[in-house]
């Protein structure tokens, strides 16, 4: 739904027999929150917005003691298709404000809007899909997570090894119902390990349908009696979970990757320069870091068209480059804040007129002593993560450096 007016909001609810709207917004680590408000609240909710004791929410705690608001964005509603058709409930993502309406520094959705908005400035668009993995555990008697993993199967796997797949089923045509579309799902490589793909769509839209995602993907399988787990790292000697992250830049209908390869390779070269500045903000827990080199999760500073263990793939087909995709986050990130930096180092990048190093083709594995000692690699604790970002130029001679500074300051305090 798209461009709906506060009045399309009431009469929507009052016409789906709707009695229950939550307000959502996600904590520093991506994990969403909300307040459910009655039908007869929705208008004030849009003009005042509804308060909430922020001092309790990761990343909300206000030095200043000011009130903050939620306010809900119209173009996010969507129905819950797993909550009672009678009485219905609907959802809406909202945006953090003061009592006097100005956005809170810290609501990292509206960063996002604002950078999202320098793209604009400098004439561009650019759009993102995800590849998402989690597992998938049993749980006790009472209802409780195991650590046994819900099947044994492998990569691509089918029933009876893959025990996943009518799960996987229930959450794509749950997404769908939501306007969400998935491109596939499989068994994944750990055992008990899935991974569904998103179609790509703008960024705020990727970023809300990830939280979107991950909220349907923990209520599908607690209904089918198993837990579901995003964690980087959910058994010590498996693939980890990652979160592939696929980014275009686009000037109208025009994908910019062949069409200005210069623009795009700078943008690209943006991030890679600024990979070890804003890791923090792409793997928030200190599990992040034990997935990294582990199986083909990224430890090098490198790019590839064709390796999948590389930092950055930029395929090629027939000669021609539609996309990058970034291989190093997890899903355990607030998608807002993520994106929002990956897209202010290619910002940083396209200004300076940056060059992209030459790609590294060679599987990590086979990397010579010689060969990897020259290569930079990503943080490899959330220690040194810190340290990157405290003491970056690029963050902290930017204009979010104050975001930035807060994030940092609450994450070191959570460790």
């Not at 993995?133 to 409780?144: H, I, V």
């Not at 960024?203 to 991950?214: G, H, I, P, R």
């Not at 804003?278 to 490198?302: Q, W």
């Not at 300076?352 to 030459?358: D, G, S, T, V, Y």
Request: aromatic share 10%; proline share 5%; charged share 25%.
């Amino acid at each position: 739904m798209s461009q709906l007016s506060v009045d399309d909001i009431i009469n929507f609810a009052n016409e789906n027999d709707v009695k229950f709207i939550r307000l959502a917004f996600c904590d520093l680590y991506g994990t969403q929150k909300n307040i459910s408000i009655m039908p007869q609240e929705l208008k004030q909710a849009f003009e005042e917005g509804v308060n909430f004791d922020s001092f309790l929410i990761l990343g909300y705690e206000d030095v200043n003691s000011q009130d903050l608001f939620l306010k809900p964005d119209p173009d996010t509603l969507h129905i819950l298709p797993w909550r009672p058709q009678s009485g219905r409930v609907i959802r809406m993502y909202c945006n953090v404000v003061l009592a006097d309406g100005t956005p809170f520094i810290s609501d990292y959705r509206n960063f996002l809007k604002e950078t999202l908005k320098e793209c604009q400035d400098m004439g561009f668009t650019t759009r993102m899909g995800l590849k998402s993995e989690f597992y998938l555990f049993k749980t006790d008697e009472e209802g409780n997570p195991t650590k046994e993993p819900f099947d044994n199967g492998g990569y691509l796997d089918v029933a009876p090894n893959d025990k996943g797949e009518n799960i996987r089923r229930e959450i794509c045509l749950t997404l769908e119902e939501m306007g969400i579309t998935p491109q596939s799902s499989h068994h994944e490589r750990g055992p008990g390990q899935n991974e569904i793909d998103f179609t790509a769509a703008d960024v705020l839209t990727t970023a809300d349908n990830l939280v979107t995602y991950k909220n349907v993907v923990e209520n599908i399988a607690a209904r089918n009696g198993v837990w579901a787990s995003f964690d980087p790292l959910p058994i010590a000697d498996a693939p980890g979970n990652g979160l592939h992250i696929k980014m275009a830049n686009f000037r109208g209908n025009v994908n910019l990757f062949n069409e200005e390869r210069e623009f795009s390779e700078s943008f690209m070269a943006g991030i890679l320069n600024r990979m070890r500045d804003i890791t923090l903000f792409l793997n928030c827990r200190k599990d992040s870091y034990s997935r990294f080199s582990m199986f083909e999760a990224p430890k090098y500073i490198t790019w590839s068209s064709q390796n999948n263990s590389r930092l950055f793939r930029v395929p090629e087909i027939n000669g021609k480059r539609n996309h990058f995709i970034l291989r190093s986050p997890d899903s355990c990130i607030n998608p807002y804040l993520a994106s929002a930096m990956v897209i202010q180092a290619g910002l940083a990048g396209v200004r300076n007129k940056e060059q992209l190093p030459p790609a590294l083709e060679v599987n990590s594995r086979f990397l010579t002593f010689d060969e990897s000692s020259d290569l930079q690699t990503l943080p490899l604790t959330i220690e040194e993560a810190i340290d990157c970002a405290q003491k970056s130029d690029f963050i902290n001679n930017s204009k979010f450096a104050d975001i930035a500074k807060r994030y940092i300051e609450t994450i070191k305090a959570s460790i």
